[in-house]
């Protein structure tokens, strides 16, 4: 099957957005306006395409990234749509991760809000090009240009508007276009009768002014065209074009558009920005890699290189079972064929290929580079993993997953779902690198670890609705951490003398504390055979595994460095199990030595409420522990920013809608672990001894 659209023609496109921004309306109506659907999916009654999980549905937020083939004017664009939510910014993080652009979309109300500031700076992290569609044009208090010095305000992002809208909330009829000084008139309620008229005469002054602003802003990116501009030469529509487009895959300029998708107006020439500026996997730069020996190596986006993908996202069908979503970066991969999980080293046969459309699916046999399909049948592959040609093998650099900062304990309803429940957390914690689950060796209990309530809450539904278990679920709680302040050298010895064969383990470890976030290390400086060798990596299995239970209350110990020093042993009593035991007998010694304290998240947090609130808000922060960081003011409310630890910041959304009359909102993401007060340690220790 010859390739049905050329790389250059073809586009890998994400559209993010804080929660309400419109961002699942704008995809349905690409999806509507570039023939892949022929009813528009609204959101308020729970249909659209893109959202097809059942919770998604019902809570009218996007959970998981689908990803979606569509065709626009001989081009082809693969949509990933990405979650608004701050819980689910792992998601975000993966999709960043294998798209070439993104559409921020903004509502025109509100403007830059926290979770959209978050998804920004993702994007900037991994340097990706953006243009930023100013959404709900119709809605009352919308305001375009105020989001466009929002954006340089608050993101310090380079952004020029490249449109205006003609009027706004229920007067919004048209759009002009500032490039080719045209507008566009909205004849009907499906935007699909559009007129090219002049631009109205009270709009001429305004558009001449924003687009000397845009030609300005262009020149700089491109000495010709600087050279021109200084010389008062006439800048044409393609040398603007071509400079804009290079700016924005360039990551230095920001062009801004306008609509309302929820009325139908802008979407298609959000389209054709998406085709004018943003980059064909052929503009951006050749993804980075290495071989088995660490050198790197570059994979360039072509059919002729050898095959090279990363795969994404792992999802459970109901029918096909486990899918994996994967982008090429090089060659061709056909169905049936072998490939190497280069970061597993497991040689995987690809089943069959499917190129999504939302929650409807096409087989296909090939898939080129620069697509992204999705593998049914790869037994081995999990997010981050990379699949390439078994004769060129190459690692391609993977992701970065945060750890999760709430858990909770969770048992089956009836004992006959425990296997159930072991299946459906197995299937969930593959799809999701964030979620982390592990059984508490004290209590016996399953205990559930993600990023946040909403997190978990949908977790615990998925169970439910499709693995059909039933769970009790226990309060959420802290993820706390331990760690050591002071270095100690200390012995652990393991010593069972009672006739027959005994037990015979012996180390002196040192420990010491290390920069917070780098991880724990273990080594062994053993010198002259006093441990054998044999016995040195159970006995620092030992000192590990115990770290994962901590010496303080049970959490996990981290960012400490272990080193064996020395030790003994006995000729016939010693063996790796009486090791590992007085590898962890020292770990545990360490509790007095070593200065253990625990550590707890620290949230940033965002309350964005009515000026008249601001001194109760920030009362309500003070007394859960919180420090002020700093205030803003926008459009008539206030943000607050403070640093908040988490256990202080369970049911606060409920004391701050009673508090505001419902009209606070705040988002929160983790920032930090830092040492928690004596006094509330002693009583989270008192409370974790004393049995929950």
Partial sequence: MAREFSLKNTRNIGIMAHIDAGKTTTTERILFYTGRTHKIGEVHEGAATMDWMEQEQERGITITSAATTAAWKGHRVNIIDTPGHVDFTVEVERSLRVLDGAVGVFSAKEGVEPQSETVWRQADRYGVPRIAYVNKMDI??????????????????????????????NDFTGIIDIVEQKAHMYKDDLGQDIEEVEIPAEFKDQVEELRNELIEKVAELDEELTMKYLEGEEISVAEIKAALRKGVVEVKIF????GSSYRNKGVQLMLDAVLDYLPAPTDVPSIQGHLEDGTEVERHSSDEEPFSALAFKIMTDPYVGKLTFFRVYSGVLQSGSYVLNATKGKRERIGRILQMHAN??????VVYSGDIAAAVGLKDTGTGDTLCDEKSPVILESMNFPDPVIEIAVEPKTKAD?????????????EDPTLRAHTNEETGQTILAGMGEL??????????????????????QVAYRETFRAPARVE????????????YGHVWVEFE???????????????????PREYIAPALAGIEEQMKNGVIAGFPLVDVKATIVDGSYHDVDSNEMAFKIAGSMALKAAKDKCKPVLLEPIMKVEVTVPEEYMGDVMGMLNSRRGRIEGMDSRSGAQIIRAKVPLSEMFGYSTTLRSGTQGRGVFSMELSHYEEVPKSIAEEIVAKTKGGE
């Fill in 140 to 169: 009352i208090g919308a305001d375009f240009l105020n989001v466009v010095s929002d954006m340089r305000d608050r993101l310090q992002a380079n952004a020029v508007a490249i449109q205006l809208p003609i009027g706004a909330e």
């Fill in 255 to 258: 062009p801004v558009i306008c």
């Fill in 513 to 531: 504390p290390l920069e917070p976030g780098t991880g724990s290390q273990f080594e062994s400086k053993v010198v002259g055979g006093s441990v």
């Fill in 418 to 430: 425990q296997d159930k429940m072991s299946v459906a957390l197995g299937k969930l914690t593959e």
């Fill in 455 to 476: 997190h978990l809450d949908i977790i615990i539904d998925r169970m439910r609705r499709e693995f059909k278990v039933e769970t009790n679920v226990g309060k959420p």
């Fill in 360 to 365: 409807s699916r096409q087989e296909i046999t």
């Fill in 492 to 503: 652990g010895k393991f010593v069972r003398q009672s006739g027959g064969r005994g037990q």
